[in-house]
T-cell receptor, first 112, second 114 residues
């Protein structure tokens, strides 16, 4: 199968700091990427997406950056809050209409 | 209604039991999915239904049998499972197709096989 991996399995940040979660993907044909947040006991929740014709997209307190040259995706969370504590997955859609491949996940711990 | 509802939330079953997981959405989504998630691992795709027809089976063992009775419902029938099948089973739905806007996930069914 495809490979979508993360550099840091666990990230601890202080409340109020900015967080950066990274993801490397392997399929250069992937044209759509999503970051999901999964809290304990819940299903993954859509955070933000980006298509391959963009290199940056901003949401509320979150920014996704896409570097197609090195096949790298990152999620930036501004002013991290305790409620941001969760596991974050990147997912790529390699031009397959209904199929996403998920990265291995990064656990974000926000210290008060 | 912007939710995917899964029942039951927790299920314990023996290896000789037959049980079913249920999933429901009323967002008009025409694609529905079953994912399996082991602890501390990403979700793994099992099945995809598109317009109530099975379109993707990721080589899932036959002890898992999906069913899509209508556009709002998705079932996963379980029979003769093994302890290693214990996991969180996630249902998701999407517009046709997921490459338009991604999935909406349910909260999952936590399955324990004893």
């Amino acid at each position: 199968g495809e490979s979508v991996g993360l550099h840091l399995p666990t990230l601890s940040v202080q409340e109020g700091d900015n967080s950066i979660i990274n993801c490397a993907y392997s399929n250069s044909a992937s044209d759509y990427f999503i970051w999901y947040k999964q809290e304990s006991g819940k299903g993954p929740q859509f955070i933000i997406d980006i298509r391959s014709n963009m290199d940056k997209r901003q949401g509320q307190r979150v920014t996704v950056l896409l570097n197609k040259t090195v096949k790298h995706l990152s999620l930036q969370i501004a002013a991290t809050q305790p409620g941001d504590s969760a596991v974050y997955f990147c997912a790529e859609n390699p031009n397959n209409f209904n199929k996403f491949y998920f990265g291995s996940g990064t656990k974000l711990n926000v210290k008060p | 209604d912007t939710e995917v509802t899964q029942t039951p939330k927790h299920l314990v079953m023996g290896m000789t039991n037959k049980k079913s997981l249920k999933c429901e959405q009323h967002m008009g989504h025409r694609a529905m999915y079953w994912y399996k998630q082991k602890a501390k691992k990403p979700p793994e795709l099992m099945f995809v239904y598109s317009y109530e027809k099975l379109s993707i089976n990721e080589s899932v063992p036959s002890r898992f049998s999906p069913e899509c009775p209508n556009s709002s419902l998705l079932n996963l029938h379980l029979h003769a499972l093994q302890p290693e099948d214990s996991a969180l089973y996630l249902c998701a739905s999407s517009q046709e197709g997921a490459g338009l806007s991604g999935y909406t996930f349910g909260s999952g069914t936590r399955l324990t096989v004893v």
